[in-house]
């Protein structure tokens, strides 16, 4: 099947990750773009704009690549132009969750976001293993929900997904409110508050006296072989008695004992009320 898509916010951030990979396959694939700059970067490419007018009505998939902050407001313009039966994809669950996308009963809704390159990642080459994003070169999963549609329209979303975060390795199916659980909640409310910490630890240490490249280096090779023990890639490999009543210690005084109420459907609601 050569699908139609149109890729809403090419130039962007996110849409030239995208693009790059979708030019690789035999769909038809639209670019729009507002800004100026993004426009420019396309015509790099090689890719000329086209309007709304001109795409959407009669695109197979509409990708929605914009912000979250405008991502409501782009859906309200774009999905009443769409045909019926046609399905849009967004690159995350914030603004569905929200419940601040366009909605319409004869369309079909898809999520897909990607995982990222694993830290255990083996990668062939020194180009691949400096793809953190991945999109390029190194390989990675991705998560995906159908908020609305068929089975159908499960499959067109997965491999439209797949092609666009290429290389993918495996996707996995899961709701959309599952999909908050992973992404504000758990990646970026509490992994990424907690490594910002390490990084302020570290900052702190350094301008205690500890000359900086020795502080990193140490650091760093301590949160491999932290994060290898922690998530079990080392077999039967356990903490020191003395590292496990620092670790004991160290949550006592950093970490109030109700923090996992941020995985509370409420306060989940909460923080992707905040981001969008």
Not at 1 to 10: E, T
Not at 26 to 32: S, T
Not at 116 to 122: A, C, K, L, Q
Not at 262 to 270: A, C, G, R, T, Y
């Given at each position: 099947?050569?699908?139609?898509?149109?890729?809403?916010?090419?130039g962007?951030?996110?849409?030239?990750?995208?693009?790059?990979?979708?030019?690789?396959t035999?769909?038809?694939?639209?670019?729009?773009e507002?800004?100026?700059?993004?426009?420019e970067?396309?015509?790099?490419?090689?890719l000329?704009?086209i309007?709304?007018?001109a795409?959407i009505?009669?695109?197979d998939v509409?990708?929605?690549?914009?912000?979250?902050?405008?991502?409501?407001?782009?859906?309200g313009?774009?999905i009443?132009k769409?045909?019926?039966?046609?399905?849009?994809?967004?690159?995350?669950?914030?603004?569905?969750r929200?419940?601040?996308?366009?909605?319409r009963?004869?369309?079909?809704?898809?999520i897909?976001?990607?995982s990222?390159?694993?830290?255990?990642?083996?990668e062939?080459?020194r180009?691949?293993?400096?793809?953190?994003?991945g999109?390029i070169?190194?390989?990675?999963?991705?998560?995906?929900?159908?908020i609305?549609?068929?089975?159908k329209d499960?499959?067109?979303?997965?491999?439209v997904?797949?092609?666009?975060?290429?290389?993918?390795?495996?996707?996995?199916?899961?709701?959309m409110?599952?999909m908050?659980?992973?992404?504000?909640?758990?990646v970026?409310?509490?992994?990424?508050s907690?490594?910002?910490?390490?990084?302020?630890?570290?900052?702190?240490?350094?301008?205690?006296?500890i000359?900086?490249?020795?502080?990193?280096?140490?650091?760093?090779?301590?949160?491999?072989i932290?994060?290898?023990?922690?998530?079990?890639?080392?077999?039967?490999?356990?903490?020191?008695?003395?590292?496990?009543?620092?670790?004991?210690?160290?949550?006592?005084?950093?970490?109030?004992?109700?923090?996992?109420q941020?995985?509370?459907?409420?306060?989940?609601?909460?923080q992707?009320?905040?981001?969008?």
């Open positions: 099947m050569k699908l139609k898509i149109s890729l809403v916010g090419a962007g951030k996110m849409g030239m990750r995208l693009i790059r990979n979708l030019m690789t035999r769909w038809k694939i639209d670019c729009l507002v800004g100026l700059e993004g426009i970067k396309l015509k790099e490419l090689g000329e704009v309007t709304e007018q795409s009505p009669v695109a509409v990708i929605l690549a914009v912000p979250d902050v405008a991502l409501g407001k782009v859906s313009n774009i009443p769409m045909k019926p039966g046609a399905l849009v994809i967004t690159l995350d669950p914030a603004v569905a929200a419940g601040k996308l366009f909605i009963r004869d369309i079909s809704y898809f897909a976001h990607p990222h390159p694993s830290v255990f990642n083996w062939p080459t180009e691949a293993q400096a793809d953190f994003f999109g070169l190194a390989k990675q999963t991705i998560v995906c929900a159908l609305q549609g068929s089975e499960y499959a067109i979303g997965e491999k997904s797949s092609a666009m975060y290429a290389p993918v390795s495996k996707a996995f199916r899961i709701t409110e599952q908050a659980l992973l992404e504000p909640a758990l970026e409310t509490l992994s990424s907690c490594l910002d910490l390490i990084r302020e630890g570290m900052d702190e240490v350094i301008k205690r006296g000359p900086a490249e020795a502080a990193r280096e140490f650091l760093l090779g301590h949160i491999n932290q994060l290898a023990v922690i998530f079990k890639e080392l077999p039967n490999a356990v903490f020191s008695d003395a590292a496990i009543k620092a670790l004991d210690r160290g949550k006592k005084i950093l970490f109030k004992e109700d923090w996992k941020i995985f509370e459907p409420d306060n989940v609601l909460q992707v009320k905040d981001i969008t």
